[in-house]
T-cell receptor
């Protein structure tokens, strides 16, 4: 079983739609959690951290469920510019980040 | 502030040839990482440095891969000899030791 699992997609949605991505992790001792965004042929960039209480940044909402070892990302009012791959990332300890395979999002006009 | 710099951006070599990648982290970032990313996959850690010390190289294939960070700043990753399966993007990242890692643009390696 992979340490971090994501649905690779692609998720095809129209502009304005709400879309949610899920991610599960296997190491219950994992300490911190993130979503990174990666555009085609570009490097990953931090989108947001994920806190136990949930956190929101504009149209983006991230949630963590430690009991179920599950992380989610919700994007509201999708824009064309949101088209990218979203990587679920888990810090398993000692600054070791484990990346999921990524979920590809395509937003169409 | 300048970001993580990597060179070259692209490299095409024949199998069995050596290749080297260079990384200059963000100024002041003591932690440096080398990742390998295959198409359709997330980055996978190869090696992590704290200053000049390699603190996690458990995923580095040491028969053909080597890395160094002699003065605790720039780093070089080398493959000798390269194999067809080494074709991938090699990403360098740096951090201050907190969770957030900043990635360079990567070196796209093609082995023919």
């Amino acid at each position: 079983r992979k340490e971090v699992e994501q649905d690779p997609g692609p998720f095809n949605v129209p502009e304005g739609a709400t879309v949610a991505f899920n991610c599960t992790y296997s190491n219950s001792a994992s300490q911190s959690f993130f979503w990174y965004r990666q555009d085609c042929r570009k490097e990953p960039k931090l989108l947001m951290s994920v806190y136990s209480s949930g956190n929101e940044d504009g149209r983006f909402t991230a949630q963590l469920n430690r009991a179920s070892q599950y992380i989610s990302l919700l994007i509201r009012d999708s824009k064309l510019s949101d088209s990218a791959t979203y990587l679920c990332v888990v810090n398993t300890g000692f600054q070791k980040l484990v990346f999921g395979t990524g979920t590809r999002l395509l937003v169409s006009p | 502030e300048a970001g993580v710099v990597q060179s070259p951006r692209y490299k095409i070599i024949e199998k069995k040839q050596p290749v080297a990648f260079w990384c200059n982290p963000i100024s002041g970032h003591n932690t440096l990482y080398w990742y390998l990313q295959n198409l359709g996959q997330g980055p996978e850690l190869l090696i992590r440095y704290e200053n000049e010390e390699a603190v996690d190289d458990s995923q580095l294939p040491k028969d053909r891969f080597s890395a160094e960070r002699l003065k605790g700043v720039d780093s070089t990753l080398k493959i000798q000899p390269a194999e067809l399966g080494d074709s991938a993007v090699y990403l360098c990242a740096s951090s201050t030791g907190t969770d957030t890692q900043y990635f360079g643009p990567g070196t796209r390696l093609t082995v023919l």
